[in-house]
């Protein structure tokens, strides 16, 4: 069964670093596209990062641009969200999905259909 499970969430002061992880079972990330979404109350969901399942690709909301990096161990089925230079506004449940396909990647989120169940990340002083 196609599993993902979000962790590194937490609370962090404006300014700090997160890095969040998304570790795969029941199948092999070396075929799918990996995407990170936020979700902040009363918002719509949206894409944040993507990587392709090689790594070759990767994809940023203008948002985080310059402060999130994306990256994937696959040996480790495993892809990291680094998130530097955090803001309150980055505050949201964030969650990773998954969807089979090679040297693709996107932000929509209805390309993908396996999801975690999220973790919080809550930026605050």
């Known amino acids: 069964q196609l599993q993902l499970v979000e962790s590194g969430g937490g609370l962090v002061q404006p300014g700090g670093s997160l890095r969040l992880s998304c570790a795969a079972s029941?199948?092999?990330?070396?075929?799918?596209?990996i995407g990170w979404f936020r979700q902040a109350p009363g918002k719509e969901r949206e894409g944040v990062s993507c990587?392709?399942?090689?790594?070759?690709?990767?994809n940023y909301a203008d948002s985080v641009k310059g402060r999130f990096t994306i990256s994937r161990d696959n040996a480790k089925n495993t892809v990291y969200l680094q998130m530097n230079s955090l803001k309150p506004e980055d505050t949201a449940v964030y969650y990773c999905?998954?969807?089979?396909?090679?040297?693709?990647?996107?932000?929509?989120?209805?390309?993908?259909?396996?999801w975690g169940q999220g973790t919080q990340v809550t930026v605050s002083s």
């Open positions: 999905a998954a969807v089979r396909s090679l040297a693709w990647c996107g932000l929509g989120y209805t390309d993908f259909g396996s």
């Open positions: 029941g199948f092999t990330l070396d075929y799918y596209s």
């Open positions: 990587i392709s399942n090689s790594g070759g690709s990767t």
